[in-house]
Structure formats: C-alpha cells, structure tokens
C-alpha cells in the first residue's frame, strides 16, 4: 500500500463544490500531467477546451440535463483529435485516405480517454474532486457547434472539478470475480445469483444516500438504463462519420 494507490482505492465522484477557485498552478500542474499520459503510437491524438465561458457552460449543462455542470469551479472537455496530425501531413502535402482511418479514431478516443483519467488521478491526489460527464454526448452535434471543433474531431468526455462540498461514501463495486478472468472469458450460469449480495450492498448504500426514495439495485438499474435508450447517443458513429472518419462499414 502506498499514497498513490490509497487515494485510488478512495476514489469518489464528486458534484457539489466550493467557491474556491483552482489556483493557476494546480491547471498547469493537470495539463503537465495530461501532456505526459501515454498515448497511443506516440500520436498525441487528444486536445482539451478548458471551457471558462458561462454561456458556453450552460449551454452544455443543458446538453447533459445535469444542472451542476455550471457549479464545477472548473470544466474540461477532452476531445478525440485527428485534426493537427491532419494538418500537419497536409502542411507536407499528405492528404491520403489514411487521414480519416478509423484506427485513428479509436486511437485517438483512447488517449482522450487516458489523458482524462490521469487528470482525474491527480485532481483526486491533491485533495480535489472530479466527475465525469459522458452526459456530453447526450447532443453531440450541438457539443461540436458549442466548442467549435473541426473535422476530425470527436468529444469524448467531459470532467467538472474543483475543492469539494460533500463527502460521499464509496460506492460500491460488484466482485472482481465477475470481471477478472484468466486467460479465457468466463461465463457465468446464472449471473443474478452471482450479483445476489452486491445487489443489496447498493441498495443499502443508495437507502443511506436518498433517505426515502426507492433504491434500484444494481440488476433493476441495468434493466432501466437498457429501456433507456437515447436517440441521439445511438447516432454517435453518424457524428463521428460526419466529422470526416471513414467508418469502412461492412454492409
Ligand atoms: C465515462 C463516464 C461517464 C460518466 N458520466 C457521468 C455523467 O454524465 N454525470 C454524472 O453525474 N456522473 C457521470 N459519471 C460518474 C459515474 O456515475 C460514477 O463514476 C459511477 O456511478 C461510480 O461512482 P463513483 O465514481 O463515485 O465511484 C461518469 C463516469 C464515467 C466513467
């Protein structure tokens, strides 16, 4: 057990902050550390808008229907980015096909996706906190006209922090012998029973979090987020195709 490894295992989403604004020194210290994330063939195929603008910030709240988008002191949105390389081989008189590869894509989605979890790690490691918002692309196409991004770009994910107002419980995780395997996947015959104890671990915790609501639990959450589905999110490979990747779809 070390620091690093304590903080992550208490880890928490936050959403309700401070006043407190986040010194100049800490964002430069989270863009170093997003800078020096892995990322993928060395591409460094992910940007970040730090959105200051409050008009731009409730609009985007109300892309994600979540009101305390406008409450976090600070706001990034971590983006899929193909476009400088786009630019920089087209500088040189590259305009190949290879330019709107969806390895790329993927690529560069996964390093967004790194780059944000490493800020979070140290957010969490200076004693703030962090939520996600995946809730972005709840209107993506609206996102895109919001921070302007070009063609072969792709919002990924959204992350509200700040110094926290609240001091959740950890929410509870289902057993890692459902989601570790060696060296082949393993089915399970009967998975409610299997998620039988968690199922009541997470009502608990939600019965002790919303006094006097009723507590879905993890299996009846699962049910309601399938029932759940959102047009527009369902759409995302059209935005993605209308960005300029080239899906290559088998028809
Ligand atoms: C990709 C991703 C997207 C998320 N989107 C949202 C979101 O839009 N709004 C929100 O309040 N929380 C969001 N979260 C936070 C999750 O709800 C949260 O991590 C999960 O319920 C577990 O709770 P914990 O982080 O407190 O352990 C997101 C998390 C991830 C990883």
Not at 58 to 73: K, T
Not at 86 to 96: N, S, T
């Amino acid at each position: 057990m070390n620091e690093t490894i304590q903080k992550q295992l208490s880890h928490r989403s936050i959403r309700a902050f401070s006043d407190k604004a986040v010194p100049k020194e800490v964002l430069d210290t989270l863009l170093a550390v997003a800078n020096r994330t892995a990322t993928s063939s060395g591409l460094q195929l992910s940007s970040i808008i730090r959105v200051t603008d409050a008009e731009a910030r409730r609009r985007i709240s109300l892309i994600c229907g979540q009101e305390y988008v406008n409450q976090a002191p600070e706001f990034f949105v971590f983006i899929a980015d193909c476009y400088r390389n786009a630019r920089i081989a087209r500088e040189q008189g590259f305009d190949g096909g290879g330019i709107r590869d969806m390895d790329r894509f993927f690529q560069a989605f996964t390093d967004a996706c790194l780059a944000a979890q490493n800020v979070t790690t140290a957010i969490e490691s200076l004693g703030l906190g962090a939520v996600y918002f995946g809730s972005v692309l709840n209107d993506p196409p609206e996102l895109i006209r919001i921070l302007a991004l070009p063609e072969l770009t792709f919002p990924v994910l959204g992350l509200g922090f700040g110094y926290p107002a609240q001091d959740p419980q950890l929410k509870p995780r289902m057993d890692m012998s459902l989601k570790v395997f060696e060296n082949h996947y393993k089915v399970f015959d009967n998975y409610r029973e299997n998620i039988a104890a968690y199922d009541l671990e997470l009502q608990t915790y939600y019965d002790l979090r919303d006094k006097g609501r009723h507590s879905a639990s993890f299996s009846e959450q699962v049910v309601k987020r399938f029932k759940a589905v959102r047009e527009k999110r369902s759409l995302l490979l059209n935005v993605a195709r209308k960005q300029g990747f080239d899906l290559k779809l088998d028809e």
